[in-house]
């Protein structure tokens, strides 16, 4: 098999959260069919253990470990640079070194970079570059900005400009750019339209056997609670500024309407933020469990109050293959395909968010159709199979962004 370089900005695996299940599955897929070479940051001390979960997918791997702290300094040289502070935070010497002798060598033919900060370490001398972008993240920093007071609202938005700069020269410069929805890759190709034809999309998907409503599972709950759950890694700001906005503007009416009403944040690493919010009437935390299912299947509805969102939420996903009702705002909705109403509900404002949760605490019900629309739309096989043919001495083809797999 001809060797594949796959750079990523985090170890990918294991696959418990959004980013790390996206390159998990593409990893995966793409071993099947190449020789992969894996290089990736470990941000997470916890991570290094998963290093031999990734031997049987790789020839060989270069894991780089990367301090938030030490990284944080280091990305302020990009104030003096002029370039993205995302790039000298995700810049290693030593991974360039590793990934040009596999280039020269003749080790890797082809390189699939994971993430738009990725691409800068890719070597130029290979026969075909990929780059799964996944979100536009410069427009992530922009909504950021207006949130955050000087100077951080400064930063953000400068961050957003000169990312921005970037994912444009990387579109360019990479033969086939992948973004995680329809969405994602239009507005990227309104951006850069002189790579319009070489920016596509591949969907996420979800293991709908592993998140399967007809398991039993054991009640986290105390007895006679009506819960509303919210999932994810409780150190990422959107879901922090979430979990907030719903604690302090929303879950309040909900529990003067179902007094028995609790709302539960399952997530790893909760910040100070969040772990205060449980000093909350009815408020939990419960930072990281070993299984999300039970909290989900025992919920009467998941919540996804993000204000500040990209591309495409797997909490939501999840959800709904559990056949929970998912009450989301538009944000946390954009990409997700279905109809908001039937597969999902759309809270664009508080009043709208109070009235789905009450109903769905008051008239508890699964939610089958969400979980037919997992199973139509988010197969990972069927998705992940969109690159294959990136992956050939033939001209690529891209998976249009107006007829991903439906």
Known sequence: MDGLLFLAHRIPFPPNKGDKIRSFHLLRHLSTRHAIHLGAFVDDPDDWQYRDALKPYCASMKLVPLHPRRARLRSVSGLLTGEALTLPYYRSRALARWADALAREGAVRYGLAFSSAMAQSMPSALARRV???????????????????????????RE????????????????????????????????V????????????????????PERDYPNP???????VVFTGAMDYWPNVDAVTWFAEHIFPAVRDAVPTAQFTIVGSRPSEPVLALALKPGVAV????????PWLAHAACAVAPLRIARGVQNKVLEAMAMARPVVATPQAAEGIRGAPGREFDLA????????SVVARLLSPAANPRGRDGILAH????????????????TPAVLPDPETCPA
Do not use: C, H
């Open 286 to 293: 419960t930072g990281s469990v070993p299984d999300v299912r």
């Open 378 to 393: 988010y197969d990972w096989a069927r998705n992940v199979g969109a690159v294959d043919d990136l992956f050939t001495a």
């Open 160 to 191: 957003a400009r000169k990312l921005a700069a970037w994912e444009a020269r990387a579109a360019e410069a990479f033969d086939a750019t992948l973004l995680v929805s329809p969405e994602e890759a239009r507005l990227l190709q309104q951006r």
């Open 348 to 355: 664009p404002d508080e009043a709208g968010f109070v009235r």
């Open 221 to 227: 709950y105390a007895a006679g609670v009506r819960a």
């Open 193 to 212: 339209p002189a790579a319009r034809d070489r920016i596509g999309a591949f969907e996420n998907g979800v293991d709908a056997d592993y998140f399967s």
């Open 131 to 157: 780059l799964d972008m996944v979100d536009v993240d410069s427009d992530k920093w922009a909504q950021y900005a207006p949130t955050r007071r000087w100077p951080l609202s400064w930063i953000y938005a």
